[in-house]
């Protein structure tokens, strides 16, 4: 084969890669957007989460796998990978270890095995490209101990316009308070498995990474992933309306800028699982001192 024909090969394949990688980005925003957000406005039915986590998960894991040459252009380090790969199948586990062994994701249930079997084939595809991958960094267990701290601040902040959307018979007691921050370990790596790897790789990682080779620019991606992630969780306008209105969007835009400060997606994990392990609770607790 000549060059000249190397050379037309080469943009074509790039066409491809490019197609594909947007429609799996297609596929994910579908997943999180209509097909969540627009079932759960009117209902919950049991096979809802299951068939968004498995079907986010495994798209995940495909455009890892696709862009894997160009990870850190998506905010994926190495620890985010190591994160994605463990927490999203130790959550099959933790499920049993908090009490709800019934829930479809829960081990032996079939649908959590799908889970592990994409963590594993993920994991088995990398380590053979492994020289394609980030390299490991102590910055990034930096960035990952800032997001916590960051989680942490976020969690004082919205701790008060969380009271506003409670029942009063929902107070908690401190014994009960001293319970879940005992549970934190348990509860920080559950949410670390399911809400942040569920929205983070999506929102501030391969969203944040296509808008940017497009030519946008971060300030106005920053504000466009904030509006998505808000509309995600629509179903919660008046279930918890200071959550839609005030909470959801300031975390939205905490997250966004600590991707954009760390370039890692290391650091909005920490955020996101920090922050939905404690913000309930601490509201709870908050509201019985306040009454």
């Not at 079907?55 to 495909?62: K, M, N, P, S, V």
């Not at 994991?123 to 267990?141: E, G, M, N, W, Y």
């Amino acid at each position: 084969m000549n060059i000249s024909n190397l050379t037309v090969m080469e943009p074509a394949n790039q066409k491809n890669h490019k197609i594909v990688a947007w429609i799996l980005l297609g596929g994910l925003l579908f997943l999180r957007l209509p097909f969540l957000t627009g079932i759960a406005m009117f209902a919950f039915p049991i096979w809802l989460m299951p068939v968004y986590e498995i079907g986010t998960y495994l798209l995940i894991a495909c455009l890892i796998y696709l862009e894997r040459k160009h990870l850190s252009d998506f905010h994926i380090d190495k620890l985010s990978l190591i994160i994605i790969i463990v927490f999203k199948p130790m959550q099959t586990i933790l499920l049993i270890i908090m009490g709800l062994e019934d829930r479809p994701l829960a081990l032996p249930h079939w649908p959590s095995l799908l889970i592990w079997l994409i963590a594993i084939s993920l994991a088995v595809v990398l380590l053979r490209d492994r020289q394609d991958l980030p390299r490991f960094t102590i910055k990034s267990l930096g960035w990952f101990g800032i997001g916590l701290m960051v989680g942490l601040i976020t969690v004082l902040l919205m701790a008060y316009p969380g009271t506003l959307q409670l029942n009063p018979n929902q107070y908690a007691s401190t014994s009960t308070f001293l319970i879940e921050i005992k549970e934190l370990p348990i509860t920080f790596s559950y949410q670390l498995g399911f809400a942040a790897i569920n929205e983070e790789p999506l929102f501030r990682g391969f969203l944040w990474g296509f808008l940017l080779k497009s030519g946008w620019k971060n300030i106005w991606i920053c504000l466009f992933q904030a509006f998505l992630f808000v509309m995600g969780h629509f179903y919660n306008l008046h279930t918890y309306p200071v959550s839609f209105w005030v909470i959801v969007p300031f975390c939205a835009l905490v997250l966004g800028a600590i991707v954009w400060r760390s370039k890692t997606i290391s650091s909005s994990l920490a955020v996101h699982a920090i922050a939905n392990a404690l913000l309930f609770i601490t509201s709870l607790y908050l509201a019985k001192l306040l009454r």
